[in-house]
């Protein structure tokens, strides 16, 4: 199940835990070669100074091959750059993997029409990883 708000960002149900679902696309990551530039655990840095937060952890990704020639045609899309999908769960105890979508940052950047596939990845991604 995936659903969209009217604000560029495309949630996908997981059938996974959220570090299950973390873990699926890591390995998917590294099967494809695509380089994972960080996770960030923000339900772990929550807990670390005495917050609670439900389980929410942020991937950031990418392939120099497919960003560069969007940052070379639209240079503020490097404020969206790398990738990222946030794998988060929500108050009924479902993950989501949630992204940027494509034609938000092309809208959002002016991105010509031909790179496009460069930024679709994250569609996939999420889904294969949510199965």
Not at 61 to 77: E, R, V
Not at 83 to 97: C, F, M, N, Q, Y
């Amino acid at each position: 199940m995936k659903h969209s708000k009217d604000n560029g960002i495309i949630d996908t149900l997981s059938n996974h835990s959220v570090d299950q679902t973390v873990e699926r696309l890591k390995r998917i990551l590294g099967t494809k070669g695509v380089t994972l530039f960080a996770v960030i655990d923000h339900s772990g840095e929550a807990e670390k100074v005495g917050l609670k937060m439900r389980p929410t952890k942020l991937l950031i990704f990418g392939n120099p091959k497919a960003g560069t020639p969007l940052m070379l045609a639209a240079p503020s899309i490097a404020i969206d750059l790398p990738i990222k999908i946030l794998v988060w769960e929500d108050s009924e105890g479902r993950t989501w993997a949630s992204y940027n979508t494509p034609a938000y940052l092309q809208e959002r950047h002016d991105v010509p029409q031909e790179l496009l596939p460069n930024i679709s990845v994250a569609a996939a991604l999420a889904a294969e990883a949510s199965e």
